[in-house]
């Protein structure tokens, strides 16, 4: 495993909590519900009969690398954190005794990346809202995505996260621009606007095509009655899949999810 970590103090890894961090995704309906959504929308790339290149940035435990890697495809997976890796691989192991010998992983963030081959899907979910400069991250992924390739986009919504804490009446909160006084490590510490990330996308790189765009967890997370959560979870995926990608909808996605192609 070539180890090429550069980066700024103020990016979130988590290493010390990998397992809290798997479990606190996975482990729970919200972070079930994320991850089918996303298998969802990129249900034409998965089960494409084409055998893709693809990129998993930021990919922490190797959820999504394994569902790639076990539909036959290429796939590269890299991490800031060397115990997140760990898991990953761990994860990759049981697709590599099934048959799938297409997986690498890699310790490097992003901002380091400099693949000699470019990719035909760069997946980067739940990322930039740990970063300090997610718009440079957005950047640095699309280099190395191939024409025709596409970026798989996702990341946690602040406009959801504004709405979801007025609902509970946290106005100090709010007031103080959604930043805590002491900060959980698992809470994502830079929330990003959609409209912001679809602006810049637009502006910067005008010949590039979003796809794709919808909320992920558009209702699940406002349940007032919780147990809901779990005892109905399969009413709520069903009315996620059919009005997460329509409006108004998709804005209270406490996830934002875009598909991006480089033309």
């Not at 380091?112 to 997946?123: A, E, G, K």
């Not at 349940?223 to 990608?245: C, F, H, N, T, W």
Request: charged share 20%; aromatic share 10%; glycine share 6%.
């Amino acid at each position: 495993m070539k180890d090429r970590k550069v980066a700024t103090p103020t990016d979130t890894f988590f290493n010390g909590i990998a397992n809290k961090f798997d479990n606190n995704i996975y482990g729970t309906t919200k972070g079930r519900l994320r991850h089918q959504m996303l298998l969802h929308y990129l249900s034409a790339l998965i089960h494409s009969p084409q055998r893709l290149a693809v990129l998993d940035a930021g990919g922490g435990t190797g959820m999504m690398s394994l569902e790639f890697a076990q539909a036959g495809h290429q796939v590269t997976l890299c991490d800031g954190s060397e115990e997140v890796l760990n898991i990953a691989k761990q994860r990759l192991a049981g697709a590599t005794l099934a048959g799938a010998t297409n997986t690498s992983v890699e310790q490097t963030d992003i901002l380091s990346l400099n693949y000699p081959q470019q990719f035909d899907v760069v997946l980067c979910h739940a990322v930039l809202e740990w970063l300090q400069e997610p718009l440079v991250i957005v950047d640095k992924l699309f280099t190395q995505l191939r024409q025709g390739g596409r970026l798989s986009l996702s990341f946690f919504n602040r406009d959801a996260a504004l709405f979801n804490n007025a609902i509970w009446g946290n106005f100090d909160y709010i007031d103080a621009g959604l930043k805590a006084r002491n900060q959980v490590r698992l809470n994502p510490h830079n929330a990003q606007r959609p409209s912001e990330i679809m602006h810049y996308i637009q502006h910067k790189y005008p010949t590039y095509t979003i796809e794709h765009k919808a909320g992920i967890r558009c209702f699940h997370d406002y349940l007032q009655d919780r147990s809901k959560q779990v005892d109905e979870y399969d009413k709520i995926l069903a009315l996620e899949m059919k009005y997460g990608a329509t409006e108004p909808y998709m804005w209270l996605g406490k996830y934002f999810h875009l598909i991006i192609k480089k033309d």
